[in-house]
């Protein structure tokens, strides 16, 4: 079998690449101005569910649903059950290999018998599949290695007011670059995160439409080493910021409106042009031995922010169709695209799909797709009666 990943994806696990960021700069600026930025777990950047991925990747300020964990925890609060329990699968860079793919399961409980306060847990696993390293032309140095990411998470949120609620997550993560030979280990780091949501009703004309503010400041914490700390690899601490204006058509159709602002915080590579050898290496040294603190102040002073728009239409709110389009600067990685999706609910479950459709040419992401299962505990329960 022709593996074209060989290189990519051991190169992706040691924090050298990113496959939610490395893209072909095409036509857009010049090869020197593409430095996108990298982290030592590209799988955290991967949104996980159809509904949010369908309408553009935004989901700071939707309305709740059972993936919330990945977009803003704090939604959990206003959730209008008690409970849900959801599953996604998201086969990746299907257009180069077909056996990279990850699973996504979420859930949340509505606790102390009030609707103020939810805890819940999501799980990550994210699989490369079986690869050979090796140089071009030379056998294979590493055979069938398997690496793989697991997150696990956990958040607990509060409705602070009828229209305020925060939270706070806290994520482990461990990463296993498979058997490299000595030296090289699987790596592990602990973050939080720390997330707020408003929301409130409010009249435009004739309608009263749902008005809604998030934000999440995400894998705030630890770097990785894959080398026993020679190097440490930073995480892909994100800022996401985002608004959603929910309008009623009538009594049958809703049209949401969405928007989300999303700002890496750790910074790029040093950029060594023009650099003698031994400062290209004190640049790296300086680089990898930032701190994660430090790395966040100095994100700030790269103008890098990726912006998401999508729409969602519901009828009834058992049908639901999507789209959305995703912009992300050409020389921080250049991932720009439409997506499409739809999704269809009963009382017990709602089932999602979206499509992805990349704006520029040969995006190893193109023609993604992902599906989501969700089950509500109170319409399971209304079921079972």
Known sequence: MDRIKIYATFFLWVGSLSIANAQIAGSSGSKNDFNPLTSGAPSL????????????D??????????????NPAKYAFGYSTGGLGFSYTPWLSKIVNDIDMIYLAGYHKIGGSERQALAASLRYFSAGKID?????????????????????LSY??????????????????????SLGEGYNPGSAITADIAGYYNSYTM???????FGLGFNISNIGSKISFNQGNSSAFLPANLRIGSSLLVPLDNSNTLSFNLDLNKFLFPALPDMIGMTADEKQQALNDYYSMSSLSGISKSFNEGRVAVSFGLEYAYNNHFFVRGGYFYEQPNSGNRQF?????????????????YLISTIP???????????????LDGLKSFVK
């Open 45 to 56: 950047t991967i949104a996980p569910d159809a509904r949010g991925s369908g309408m553009g």
């Open 58 to 71: 935004v989901g700071a300020a939707t309305e709740s649903d059972i993936f919330s964990q990945y977009w």
């Open 338 to 354: 439409f997506s499409l999706g739809g999704g269809f609910k009963l009382n017990a479950f709602q089932l999602d799909v979206a």
């Open 157 to 178: 949120s509060l409705k602070f007011s009828e229209k305020f609620s925060g939270a706070v997550a806290f994520r482990y993560f461990y990463s296993d670059p498979g």
């Open 133 to 153: 390293i090796s140089q071009p032309g030379e056998t294979a140095i590493y055979s069938n290695i398997s690496p793989y990411d697991v997150s696990l998470d």
């Open 362 to 376: 040969y995006n190893p992401l193109d023609q993604t797709l992902r599906l989501s299962l969700s089950f509500d």
């Open 204 to 210: 435009l004309g004739n309608s009263e439409c749902l």
